[in-house]
């Protein structure tokens, strides 16, 4: 018989960087109508590490207008600096250094360089050439990147902190188009990998979890649903229930139909 | 006299002898969560009041916003 218990079940937390986390949902922080709905639709995610932009403050307007970052406050979560919007590897590392000024020397970053507006899919030729001036400089990266595992293994082996293979390309909203990247990858990694970007509903990240990631960074899902509160909750639970799906191991899939009910006993026997 | 720089992209006059301290408080900014670069080399705040800007400077001021 399986023993019932009271304790909860056991889970490691998410180490990333010798820091360690327990939710596994990663949020962003854009698309939202105002800082009141981020401030909230992020508590409700449970997320523990928030991504935020750098760009320039825009000058001869009310100095006093709300900030970011009284709405996340980074004595509340891990604020991680993200270089979306860089399309070379010189912008993304003078956005890292900004963003280690802004943050008062804190060395955590996802970099991200982008290949073209269309797509906003990475340039990993620009990426790999950032990660390496990143890491010389202290920073730990968590690298976005294509779901190619031998670009993750490369990434990896360089020194970056967590490998984030996109799902779909960012704000899509196409789920996990090649699973089996995703598991490869998620096979041959010492370091965390989560899916980031093309996220659109809670299966989408149960999915991930699934496979075998460590957590998952999803933005637009959250902002763009109808109801963001709602959806920042369904995310929580997915990442939950994905986890926990994971760790427990699918049932073999099976080509005929089992009972559940035994054979046994039946009144027609 | 003045100084030209670019900030944020966009040509600006300053009167000389300003320091990057100067012009963070002159745009409104001291005590606001920023962070300066000056011809793309980053100056941390403890810097700020000691570090003149000079005729043709590029400076960039950024803070935090939302984003993924």
């Known amino acids: 018989m399986t023993q019932l218990t009271d304790t909860p079940l056991a889970d490691a937390p998410l180490t990333i960087a010798g820091r360690d986390f327990h939710s596994r949902l990663l949020v962003g922080t854009g698309k939202y109508k105002d800082f009141t709905e981020t401030g909230a639709a992020i508590a409700q995610s449970g997320a523990e590490i928030v991504t935020f932009a750098v760009r320039r403050t825009n000058l001869g307007q009310d100095a006093d207008a709300p900030n970011l970052l009284d709405a996340i406050s980074p004595d509340r979560y891990t604020l991680l600096p993200n270089t979306a919007g860089c399309y070379s590897a010189k912008d993304a590392v003078r956005t890292c250094r900004l963003a280690r000024e802004l943050l008062d020397g804190h060395n955590l970053v996802k970099l991200e360089v982008l290949g073209d507006d269309h797509t906003l899919y990475p340039n990993v030729v620009e990426t790999l050439k950032a990660a390496e001036t990143l890491l010389a400089d202290g920073f730990d990266v968590m690298v976005y990147t294509s779901d190619d595992p031998i670009v993750a293994r490369e990434l990896e082996a360089m020194g970056c902190c967590a490998i984030m293979p996109l799902g779909s390309l960012i704000g899509s909203g196409h789920g996990i188009q090649n699973p089996h990247n995703v598991r490869l990858i998620v096979e041959q990694s010492k370091v965390p990998v989560l899916v980031d970007a093309g996220i659109g509903t809670a299966s989408d990240a149960a999915m991930a979890m699934e496979l075998g990631c460590d957590g998952v960074l999803l933005n637009t899902a959250i902002a763009h649903a109808r109801e963001p509160l709602r959806m920042a909750n369904a995310m929580k639970l997915a990442v939950e229930a994905g986890r926990d799906a994971f760790l427990a191991g699918r049932m073999p899939r099976r080509q005929s139909a089992d009972p559940s009910s035994p054979f046994a006993g039946r009144i027609n026997g | ?68």
């Open chain 2, 1 to 68: 006299m003045s100084i030209q720089i670019r900030l944020n992209g966009e040509p600006h006059t300053l009167s000389p002898g300003l320091t990057a301290a100067d012009l963070v408080e002159q745009l409104g900014l001291s005590g606001r969560r920023i962070a300066v670069e000056i011809n793309e080399e980053i100056v941390p705040r403890s810097q700020h009041a000691d570090t003149r800007l000079v005729d043709g400077d590029h400076v960039e001021v950024v803070h935090a916003i939302g984003g993924g």
